[in-house]
């Protein structure tokens, strides 16, 4: 008697239906999903909101000095140096003084003489003052030059 073997059967392995292949992803994409939203709740509840608020600008002194020039005064000895002060700031100035300088034509100084404090207020945004100050009277003085003090 001869052994017969008998042919080892191939079985072939069963394919998942497409439906069943459709379902396990759709299932997997739910979860995906599912877990990226729970993610992105996540990342929402920990922003901050920082409100900015800007400051306003202090009030600021801003003067100058203009129409600067000489006139003769009573006295031979002198003469009369005389201005006005434009405040273009926002706030008012008092008490204000204004340093006159004598400079010689290489633009050396002679002399300095300072005003007492002015008795009136120059009011802000464009207000306007006059000054004078007297100066001793000097051949080698060629130009005058104003500087206004605040206090």
């Known amino acids: 008697m001869k052994n017969i073997v008998e042919p080892?059967?191939?079985?072939?392995p069963?394919?998942?239906?497409?439906?069943?292949?459709?379902?396990?992803v759709a299932v997997a994409a739910v979860s995906l999903l599912a877990s990226c939203a729970a993610e992105r709740?996540?990342?929402?509840?920990t922003v901050q909101v920082r409100e900015m608020t800007t400051t306003p600008l202090p009030?600021?002194?801003n003067i100058t000095i203009v129409?600067?020039?000489?006139?003769?005064?009573?006295?031979?000895?002198?003469?009369?140096?005389v201005g006005t002060i434009v405040n273009?700031?926002?706030?008012?100035?008092?008490?204000?003084?204004?340093?006159?300088?004598?400079?010689?034509?290489s633009g050396r100084l002679v002399n300095s003489v300072t005003t007492p404090p002015l008795a009136e207020t120059i009011?802000?945004?464009?207000?306007?003052?006059?000054?004078?100050?007297?100066?001793?009277?000097?051949?080698?003085?060629?130009?005058?030059?104003?500087v206004a003090i605040a206090r």
């Open 41 to 45: 709740r996540e990342r929402t509840s």
């Open 123 to 146: 009011a802000a945004n464009g207000g306007r003052g006059q000054f004078s100050a007297t100066m001793p009277r000097d051949p080698a003085v060629t130009t005058y030059k104003a």
């Open 59 to 61: 009030p600021m002194t």
């Open 88 to 105: 273009n700031g926002d706030k008012a100035v008092t008490q204000l003084s204004i340093r006159v300088d004598a400079m010689d034509g």
């Open 14 to 24: 069963r394919r998942a239906s497409r439906a069943g292949v459709g379902a396990v």
């Open 67 to 81: 129409d600067l020039r000489d006139e003769p005064s009573g006295d031979p000895s002198s003469e009369k140096v």
């Open 8 to 12: 080892e059967k191939f079985v072939r």
